[in-house]
């Protein structure tokens, strides 16, 4: 008979919704919004409460965040780092809370890896080194200047670092490609347009190739060179990351030369994750996102099969 309240507890237990809070980058960007969606609904579908928040690329908002989902007592937190610094004294106030933490998409640069359980997302350093891969094949052994320039992701982001070292690691290899001009976008398509102006009236009929860290600044960018009267995808190439439907739209229209996959379609693995951890199963520390490339020339046929 002393049995039964604590069976009921159980079962209650048993029955009690896992609570995930979830701080978000913001809405920059295309990509964003698809990750945002396929994280709602991987949510619904498993039965997970989500508290979802959106900071608003501000990284003073995501740490605020963070600390109200602790003050909250969720059963666990997952976010996107904006940026990768300044995150130990929030998740050591997680940690102390007995909250474990998972990242998602971007990374933190924190040497402590015990503040977090596992991080989810793409290898962007690869990402960059598809995009080298790419130009190289591109300009094959060919003896003539490339001038590359380079439109960056938000400073401090692991997106940005990553794609800029992947990307040089390969373009070093023929010392005839040079990136003559480097700049923020933060991932956003007005940005992109504004950094690419810029370029243009600086050294406009110089540049041979554009690298945008993610679609919609490369989409911003092709505004802009046809606003300045060349010919986006023809007088200027341009590589981009992420693989959204409107990169595909500029591919298949001749304006985007090429896209590399960022698969935004992580809500499931997060919620797999999360329903893992509290079963008390362990969880490996990196979890990788496996992506693909797609080039104008397939751009018709492979769309079909896109779902972002
Ligand atoms: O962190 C992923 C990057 O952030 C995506 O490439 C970009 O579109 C987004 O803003």
Same mark, same amino acid.
């Given at each position: ?33 698809? %990750? ?8 619904? @579908? ?58 998602? @998409? ?40 490339? %001038? ?14 990553? !794609?800029?070292?992947?990307?040089? =690691? ?27 102006? =810029? ?15 993610? @679609? ?6 092709? +505004? ?17 990351? @992420? ?17 590399? +996959? ?23 520390? !990196? ?22």
């Amino acid at each position: 008979r002393d049995k039964e309240p604590d069976a009921a507890q159980d079962t209650e237990k048993i029955q009690k919704k896992i609570v995930l809070g979830f701080s978000q980058v913001g809405a920059e960007s295309n990509w964003r919004t698809a %990750n945002s969606e396929s994280i709602k609904t991987a949510a619904r @579908d498993e039965g997970i409460e989500l508290l979802f928040l959106s900071a608003q690329q501000k990284p003073e908002n995501q740490i605020k965040d963070v600390r109200s989902l602790i003050a909250q007592q969720v059963d666990v937190i997952a976010f996107s780092p904006i940026v990768e610094y300044g995150w130990g004294t929030v998740l050591k106030e997680a940690k102390l809370a007995g909250i474990p933490v998972i990242i998602m @998409d971007r990374g933190i640069d924190e040497q402590d890896k015990s503040l977090y359980v596992t991080h989810i997302g793409s290898d962007f350093a690869e990402q960059g080194r598809k995009a080298g891969r790419w130009l190289l094949e591109k300009v094959g052994d060919s003896n003539e200047r490339v %001038n590359v320039v380079e439109i960056q992701g938000t400073f401090g982001s692991t997106p940005t670092n990553g !794609r800029r070292e992947g990307f040089i =690691e390969i373009i070093k290899q023929n010392p005839n490609i040079f990136v003559t001009n480097s700049k923020a976008g933060d991932f956003m398509r007005s940005k992109g347009k504004e950094v690419m102006e =810029e370029f243009l009236n600086d050294k406009g009929s110089e540049i041979d190739v554009v690298y945008a860290h993610n @679609d919609d600044m490369a989409l911003g960018a092709i +505004e802009a060179i046809e606003e300045y009267g060349l010919r986006p995808g023809k007088d200027i190439k341009i590589i981009s990351i @992420d693989a959204v439907k409107a990169a595909f739209d500029a591919m298949k229209a001749g304006k985007l030369n090429c896209t590399v +996959e960022c698969n935004p379609l992580q809500g499931p693995e997060l919620m797999k994750a999360v329903k893992d951890l509290m079963a008390g199963k362990q969880l490996p520390k !990196r979890i990788v996102i496996n992506e693909g490339i797609f080039r104008e020339e397939t751009a018709e046929a492979d769309f079909i099969n896109r779902n972002y």
